[in-house]
């Protein structure tokens, strides 16, 4: 596939920006303050951050079993999503309801994008992606899987058969991989020359600091880095994101305990009279209000009541207005707090 042709001609005809590291004694160079302090022992916030977020991509790479080539850095995934419509442009397009992004994103860049509604089971409607892939061309396509705020994974063969009859970009977005873990894509990068891969560290423990990577075949890795700014990723976001990377067992042990915990919310969520909890597999679990009525204005305000009275408890959930109308998004928390959800849930029902 000719990645080229495929980038904004703006974008083409750009070089990426190369932040020089010269070896030295004295760093006179960079604008740089010479008077150093330190933090957290190790880093020095005087100097710019590694533009190339080397040691970090080291280990990315490592764990996931890519080349550091393979790799772009960004300040969280959202970075990511906004460089690679700059460097593509549109249309873009993408199932609804899904990560709220995408579109406006393309709104800001000033490109299309096309919504194509999931199917009843919240599945994509593959005959309407291929219909809108040959008609309208979408340079980039994005496929949150899992969905948020669905929280199911989308069927592989779907997302195959639209990476396989796009001639634009598909960018899976696993920001939710790690809750569903199921890893299909990353392994057949090099197969496929328009699969782009997003995943991210802020859904694991560690959304403070804004790291996302982007995994691809180097030939995109290079366009998207022209439009990255250089030192889109600071210092101590570099250094703590390596410390965590480090220390994987304690992801882990965070990770299986959020899924375990979704397991039980949603067991007890199916027993609850009045709601419909759909089955997740990312930390959240998406579920209905069904009002006494059923009738869909009925169930918005069911829903926009069962929300505020949540809150007035002091729990926070996301209603899903004008998203997804009647239905409420609970974000998996600790056992106790996934508790208190659920008796207040009971008490207002
Ligand atoms: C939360 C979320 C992101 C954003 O991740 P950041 O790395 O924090 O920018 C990206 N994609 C999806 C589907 C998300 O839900």
């Given at each position: 596939m000719n990645i080229r042709r495929l980038v904004k001609p703006n974008i083409r005809g750009l070089k990426a920006y190369r932040a020089e590291e010269i070896p030295c004694r004295v760093k006179l160079d960079a604008n740089e303050s010479p008077y150093g302090f330190s933090v957290l022992r190790s880093v020095r916030i005087n100097r710019y951050p590694d533009p190339e977020a080397k040691t970090l991509r080291g280990l990315v790479a490592r764990e996931f079993r890519v080349k550091p080539e393979n790799i772009l850095h960004g300040n969280g995934s959202d970075e990511l999503i906004y460089n690679l419509i700059a460097t593509f442009g549109g249309p873009t397009a993408y199932p609804v309801p899904t990560f709220s992004m995408y579109g406006i994103l393309s709104q800001a860049l000033n490109e299309t994008g096309i919504e194509i509604p999931l199917d009843e089971k919240f599945d994509l409607d593959t005959e309407r992606f291929l219909g809108v892939i040959k008609k309208r061309k979408p340079k980039l396509i994005f496929l949150s899987?899992?969905?948020?705020?669905?929280?199911?994974?989308?069927?592989?063969?779907?997302?195959?058969?639209?990476?396989?009859?796009?001639?634009?970009?598909?960018?899976?977005?696993?920001?939710?991989?790690?809750?569903?873990?199921?890893?299909?894509?990353?392994?057949?990068?090099?197969?496929?020359?328009?699969?782009?891969?997003?995943?991210?560290?802020?859904?694991?423990?560690?959304?403070?600091?804004?790291?996302?990577?982007?995994?691809?075949?180097?030939?995109?890795?290079?366009?998207?880095?022209?439009?990255?700014?250089?030192?889109?990723?600071?210092?101590?976001s570099q250094h703590v994101a390596v410390?965590?990377?480090?220390?994987?067992?304690?992801?882990?042990?965070?990770?299986?305990?959020?899924?375990?915990?979704?397991?039980?919310?949603?067991?007890?969520?199916?027993?609850?009279?009045?709601?419909?909890?759909?089955?997740?597999?990312?930390?959240?679990?998406?579920?209905?209000?069904?009002?006494?009525a059923g009738s869909v204005s009925a169930n918005r305000n069911a829903a926009d009541r069962i929300y505020e009275g949540l809150l007035h408890k002091g729990i926070l959930v996301r209603n899903m207005k004008g998203i997804f109308d009647g239905c409420l998004r609970v974000t998996i928390g600790t056992p106790r707090e996934n508790t208190a959800f659920l008796k207040a849930l009971r008490q207002l029902l």
């Open positions: 899987s899992p969905n948020n705020p669905t929280g199911n994974r989308f069927s592989s063969d779907r997302i195959w058969k639209i990476i396989k009859a796009s001639k634009g970009m598909v960018v899976v977005d696993e920001a939710y991989q790690p809750f569903s873990g199921r890893n299909e894509f990353l392994p057949l990068l090099g197969k496929y020359g328009n699969l782009i891969v997003l995943r991210t560290l802020s859904k694991i423990g560690l959304a403070g600091l804004r790291v996302g990577f982007m995994m691809a075949g180097a030939d995109i890795i290079n366009e998207v880095n022209k439009v990255r700014l250089p030192f889109n990723l600071n210092s101590l410390a965590a990377l480090r220390n994987r067992e304690r992801m882990r042990s965070y990770i299986r305990s959020v899924v375990s915990e979704r397991k039980r919310l949603f067991k007890e969520m199916k027993k609850t009279e009045g709601i419909e909890p759909y089955p997740s597999q990312a930390n959240f679990i998406l579920f209905r209000i069904r009002g006494n």
